[in-house]
């Protein structure tokens, strides 16, 4: 699910500058926000399941998933739910951004992981519909079979009906108002051979879909998190790590976050959500034997250790040498 970081460019620190060209509604609570280039040039490539992270002019910075066609290049097309205890984030974005606003955005960037499969189960859960979209799109377009699962508080809450609409029954609607939640009993109960299940939403859907399809096999189910779950406290030891590239060592304290220490220290490592689950201070690891406490890697990619998020990850031993 989760390709080697680059070394980072000064664009994916400061953000690529560009500007709000449209703001609509798709639902109650729901906008669209359409970026293009500043200069107008061509936009960077991405692949379904991809997010951006906004910053916005007040300096607050967050991320959001790609709805739009990755093969428009002209512009990114992000969903913003307006959030009841927002930190600031969609709050802005509702209240305030306007077309014509500048703005800046890092990436894309993809956790998710879209790969090919025999066929696909997509399950959606209010905002986490954004994600899914250009993956269903794409799954059609390959003569794909793929069902999609979708679920909101209500129907006029949920964001996005009028481009599924054309689906015709592939798209399942379960607006709670009528007709209570997913019955996901009925959805994961049988495995189906070859099918790969990509999920989105709030954690509660997450966790019971991860739970439900346990007996599908390893890895079959590809979620993205809006938030970190909650995980059992684990005790800290402090460690060493040495930045080959940089030729430096640091001490990392019990109490403090690898993240922390190498930022400190002037190192070159970029962090956002700060909970392991934005992907953006992904790093390589080349020896030593990663404590991986995020929200984005597969087992497989646990088991390779070859990267790590040092924002929440430490190391299971005393030492790690991460590509720096």
């Not at 293009?36 to 991405?46: H, S, T």
């Not at 703005?103 to 986490?128: E, K, Q, S």
């Not at 790093?283 to 597969?298: A, F, K, N, Q, W």
Request: charged letters at 25%; a neutral charge; proline letters at 8%.
């Amino acid at each position: 699910m989760t390709s080697v970081a680059p070394v980072r460019a000064r664009t994916e620190e400061t953000g690529l500058a560009m500007v709000v060209r449209q703001l609509r509604w798709e639902a109650i609570g729901v906008v669209s926000v359409e970026l293009c280039a500043a200069d107008g040039r061509e936009l960077p490539p991405w692949r379904p399941g991809a997010h951006l992270e906004l910053v916005l002019p007040t300096g607050i910075s967050r991320q959001y998933s790609l709805c739009g066609s990755p093969g428009d290049r002209s512009c990114y097309r992000i969903g913003v739910l307006r959030e009841r205890n927002s930190r600031g984030g969609s709050e802005y974005v509702h209240a305030f951004l306007r077309p014509g606003q500048p703005v800046r955005v890092r990436g894309p960037r993809d956790n998710f992981g879209f790969g090919p499969a025999a066929a696909y189960l997509f399950v959606a859960g209010g905002i986490g519909i954004t994600p899914i979209l250009p993956m269903v799109a794409e799954a059609e377009a390959g003569g794909v079979p793929w069902q999609l699962v979708y679920g909101g508080r209500a129907a006029d809450s949920m964001a996005f009906l009028g481009e599924l609409r054309p689906y015709g029954d592939r798209v399942r609607l379960y607006p709670g108002d009528r007709a209570g939640r997913i019955p996901l009993g009925e959805w994961l109960g049988r495995p189906r051979p070859g099918t790969e299940i990509y999920v989105c939403g709030p954690e509660r859907l997450l966790t019971a879909v991860e739970e439900g399809a346990a007996h599908w096999g390893p890895d079959v189910v590809h979620a993205e998190r809006f938030k970190a779950r909650p995980k059992p406290a684990r005790p800290n030891t402090a460690i060493e790590v040495r930045c080959a590239r940089s030729d430096r060592t640091v001490t990392v304290p019990a109490d403090r976050s690898v993240l922390g220490v190498l930022e400190e220290e002037g190192l070159p490592v970029t962090g956002s959500c700060r909970e392991g689950i934005c992907g953006i201070c992904e790093t390589r690891v080349l020896d030593g034997e990663p404590d991986h406490r995020d929200d984005i890697l597969s087992g497989d990619d646990r088991v390779s250790g070859d990267v790590m998020y040092p924002c929440v990850s430490r190391a299971l031993g005393q030492r790690l040498v991460l590509d720096l």
